[in-house]
């Protein structure tokens, strides 16, 4: 049974950098993409990026190119992602998401989300 | 990118069916057969209903479907229950290792 299991709520200034990470655990690591969507209250689900461990080359989304990482740590079976440049815009819960198998489009577990507040 | 279109809000009443659409373009919906649909509830993660347009993960409820036609793809819940009051999502794949959410639909059950 594959978990994820992410960090918890922060609360940054604008202007400053975040960092969430995602624990994984079951299923083999290094072949299944991660991938990160948030949602702002009130608005949709909205996705960020995504990261195959083995090939360790992210791809974002066009609108948080330059603000966005996210990498591996494969010692620890963990993904990050890191968002900097903060604005109140970006307070929203983050959640990971695994694709259900390796190379495909869906995701089928999810981390729990992290609540992620820019405020001043 | 653009979201793919969905309505802001269905409602129906139990044991009856619902359909929600979701508008993309020849870029997204349109070129790719790689459609899934999420039931979001408020506070919980996002739970994967139907993949590849039309298939069900295992475990999945055979009350959900799937189906495309041109840029459109659509979820068709049918027997409705009060439990799936929830927002609804499709995601499609985009190309250039790029993906895109629809804006979301929110089911109501009266």
């Known amino acids: 049974q594959v978990q994820l299991v992410q960090s918890g709520a922060e609360v940054k200034k604008p202007g400053s950098s975040v960092r969430v990470s995602c624990k994984t655990s079951?299923?083999?690591?290094?072949?299944?993409?991660i991938h990160w969507v948030r949602q702002a209250p009130g608005q949709g689900l909205d996705w960020m990026g995504m990261?195959?461990?083995?090939?360790?080359?992210?791809d974002y989304a066009r609108r948080f190119q330059g603000r966005v990482t996210i990498m591996a740590d494969k010692s620890t079976s963990t993904v990050y992602m890191d968002l900097s440049r903060l604005r109140s815009e970006d307070t929203a819960v983050y959640y990971c998401?695994?694709?259900?198998?390796?190379?495909?489009?869906?995701?089928?577990?999810w981390g729990q989300g992290t609540l992620v507040t820019v405020s001043t | 990118q653009s979201a793919p279109t969905q309505p802001a809000s269905v409602s129906g009443s139990p044991g009856q069916s619902i359909t929600i659409s979701c508008t993309g373009t020849?870029?997204?919906?349109?070129?790719?057969?790689?459609v899934s649909w999420y039931q979001h509830h408020p506070g919980k993660a996002p739970k994967l209903l139907i993949y590849?347009?039309?298939r069900r993960p295992s475990g999945a409820s055979p009350r959900f479907s799937g189906s495309k036609s041109g840029n459109t793809a659509s979820l068709t819940i049918s027997g409705l229950r009060s439990e799936d009051e929830a927002d609804y999502y499709c995601?499609?794949?985009?190309?250039?290792?790029?993906?895109?959410f629809g804006g979301g639909t929110k089911l109501t059950v009266l």
């Open positions: 998401a695994r694709v259900r198998e390796v190379g495909k489009h869906d995701f089928d577990s």
């Open positions: 079951g299923g083999n690591f290094d072949s299944f993409a």
């Open positions: 020849s870029s997204d919906i349109g070129s790719y057969s790689l």
């Open positions: 995601c499609s794949y985009v190309g250039s290792f790029n993906w895109v």
């Open positions: 590849e347009v039309n």
């Open positions: 990261l195959v461990p083995y090939f360790d080359r992210p």
